[in-house]
C-alpha cells in the first residue's frame, strides 16, 4: 500500500485482474445499449438529446480539471453522459444540459471520505423528476426482448466480474425477484406476470451499470448485499404501494445516503479505478 492509500484508506482489490481497466468494457457497453437505443427502439432518447448529455458531462468534467488543476477524467464523465442517455427522457433542450450540470456537479460536490455520496447519473435523474413534470424515465422503453436481456447481462455480468460487484448485482436481482414473486403469490396472480416483470431492459439496466457504481457503494461485501436488498426492498413499497414508477432510482438515492454508516460499522477494501492517484480523480 502507499503513502497515499493509507492516508485516504483508499485500497485496490483484486489487483491482477485490473490490468485492463473495466471502465472501458463498461463504455463500450453503453455504448452498444446506446445505438440499439437509437436505431432500433421506438422510445429511445434522440441523437440530439443523447450528444448534449454526453457533450454536457464531458465539458463538466473539462471545467472541473481546469479550475482544480488536476486531471481530466474524461472516463468517469462520459459514463455518466452514457447512463444518462440510456434512462433519462425529455424533449427539453435545457434539462437535457441540466441533467448534465446536476449529475456531474453531485460528484464534485456531494462527497464524504473521498466517495460519490450518490450515483451521478441517478442523482441527475431524481433531482429532474422531483421539480419538474417534463423529466421521465420510462420502464418499458426496452420492451423484454429476450435477445437485449441476455447482451445487456452478458455485457453487464463480465464488466462487474471484473469490479467485484457481481454478488451486489446478483443480490439486489434476487431480492426482487423474490418480492415480486411473493406479491404476485399473495394476490392470487400467474407467476406469468412477476417473470414478465423481471423481463425489462430498463431493470437490467439499472442494475448492472448504476446501482454497482463502486465509487457510491459500500465498500464491504456483507455491506453491498445489504444495499442491495434494502433498494429491492424500498423500490418494490415506492412502485407497487405509492404506484411511483421510477421507485426504483428513488430508492438508490435513498439508501445511498446510508453509505458512509455502512461503511463505518461494516468497512470494507475500497475498490480502486487502475491508475487512481488520490480521491480527487
Same mark, same amino acid.
Given at each position: 500500500?502507499?503513502?497515499?492509500?493509507?492516508?485516504?484508506?483508499?485500497?485496490?482489490?483484486?489487483?491482477?485482474?485490473?490490468?485492463?481497466?473495466?471502465?472501458?468494457?463498461?463504455?463500450?457497453?453503453?455504448?452498444?445499449?446506446?445505438?440499439?437505443?437509437?436505431?432500433?427502439?421506438?422510445?429511445?432518447?434522440?441523437?440530439?438529446?443523447?450528444?448534449?448529455?454526453?457533450?454536457?458531462?464531458?465539458?463538466?468534467?473539462?471545467?472541473?480539471?481546469?479550475?482544480?488543476?488536476?486531471?481530466?477524467?474524461?472516463?468517469?464523465?462520459?459514463?455518466?453522459?452514457?447512463?444518462?442517455?440510456?434512462?433519462?427522457?425529455?424533449?427539453?433542450?435545457?434539462?437535457?444540459?441540466?441533467?448534465?450540470?446536476?449529475?456531474?456537479?453531485?460528484?464534485?460536490?456531494?462527497?464524504?471520505?473521498?466517495?460519490?455520496?450518490?450515483?451521478?447519473?441517478?442523482?441527475?435523474?431524481?433531482?429532474?423528476?422531483?421539480?419538474?413534470?417534463?423529466?421521465?424515465?420510462?420502464?418499458?422503453?426496452?420492451?423484454?426482448?429476450?435477445?437485449?436481456?441476455?447482451?445487456?447481462?452478458?455485457?453487464?455480468?463480465?464488466?462487474?466480474?471484473?469490479?467485484? !460487484? +457481481?454478488? %451486489?448485482?446478483? /443480490?439486489?436481482?434476487?431480492?426482487?425477484?423474490? =418480492? #415480486?414473486?411473493?406479491?404476485?403469490?399473495?394476490? $392470487?396472480?400467474?407467476?406469468?406476470?412477476?417473470?414478465?416483470?423481471m423481463q425489462s431492459g430498463s431493470l437490467l439496466i439499472f442494475a448492472l451499470f448504476m446501482l454497482t457504481d463502486p465509487r457510491s457503494t459500500p465498500d464491504s461485501r456483507a455491506g !453491498? +448485499?445489504? %444495499?442491495?436488498? /434494502?433498494?429491492?426492498?424500498?423500490?418494490?413499497? =415506492? #412502485?407497487?404501494?405509492?404506484?411511483?414508477?421510477? $421507485?426504483?432510482?428513488?430508492?438508490?438515492?435513498?439508501?445511498?445516503?446510508?453509505?458512509?454508516?455502512?461503511?463505518?460499522?461494516?468497512?470494507?477494501?475500497?475498490?480502486?479505478?487502475?491508475?487512481?492517484?488520490?480521491?480527487?480523480?
Amino acid at each position: 500500500m502507499s503513502l497515499t492509500q493509507a492516508a485516504t484508506g483508499w485500497t485496490a482489490v483484486n489487483r491482477p485482474l485490473l490490468a485492463f481497466d473495466p471502465r472501458y468494457g463498461q463504455m463500450a457497453a453503453q455504448s452498444t445499449l446506446l445505438l440499439v437505443e437509437l436505431v432500433w427502439l421506438d422510445f429511445g432518447p434522440s441523437p440530439m438529446q443523447a450528444a448534449v448529455l454526453i457533450a454536457g458531462a464531458l465539458l463538466m468534467e473539462t471545467a472541473r480539471a481546469r479550475v482544480s488543476g488536476t486531471a481530466l477524467n474524461w472516463k468517469s464523465a462520459l459514463s455518466t453522459g452514457l447512463s444518462l442517455s440510456l434512462l433519462l427522457r425529455t424533449h427539453n433542450p435545457l434539462l437535457w444540459a441540466g441533467a448534465s450540470v446536476l449529475a456531474m456537479g453531485s460528484k464534485f460536490v456531494l462527497r464524504i471520505n473521498g466517495k460519490h455520496l450518490f450515483n451521478p447519473s441517478a442523482f441527475g435523474i431524481v433531482a429532474l423528476l422531483l421539480v419538474t413534470p417534463e423529466v421521465w424515465v420510462s420502464p418499458g422503453q426496452w420492451g423484454t426482448r429476450l435477445w437485449l436481456l441476455a447482451l445487456a447481462g452478458s455485457m453487464g455480468c463480465l464488466i462487474l466480474s471484473r469490479v467485484a !460487484r +457481481l454478488d %451486489f448485482a446478483c /443480490a439486489f436481482l434476487a431480492a426482487h425477484a423474490a =418480492l #415480486l414473486l411473493f406479491r404476485a403469490w399473495s394476490l $392470487g396472480d400467474p407467476m406469468t406476470i412477476p417473470l414478465h416483470q423481471m423481463q425489462s431492459g430498463s431493470l437490467l439496466i439499472f442494475a448492472l451499470f448504476m446501482l454497482t457504481d463502486p465509487r457510491s457503494t459500500p465498500d464491504s461485501r456483507a455491506g !453491498r +448485499l445489504a %444495499f442491495g436488498g /434494502a433498494v429491492a426492498l424500498i423500490g418494490h413499497l =415506492l #412502485l407497487f404501494r405509492y404506484q411511483i414508477r421510477e $421507485g426504483l432510482l428513488y430508492a438508490l438515492i435513498l439508501v445511498s445516503s446510508t453509505t458512509p454508516l455502512i461503511d463505518r460499522f461494516c468497512p470494507g477494501p475500497r475498490y480502486v479505478w487502475p491508475g487512481y492517484v488520490g480521491p480527487g480523480k
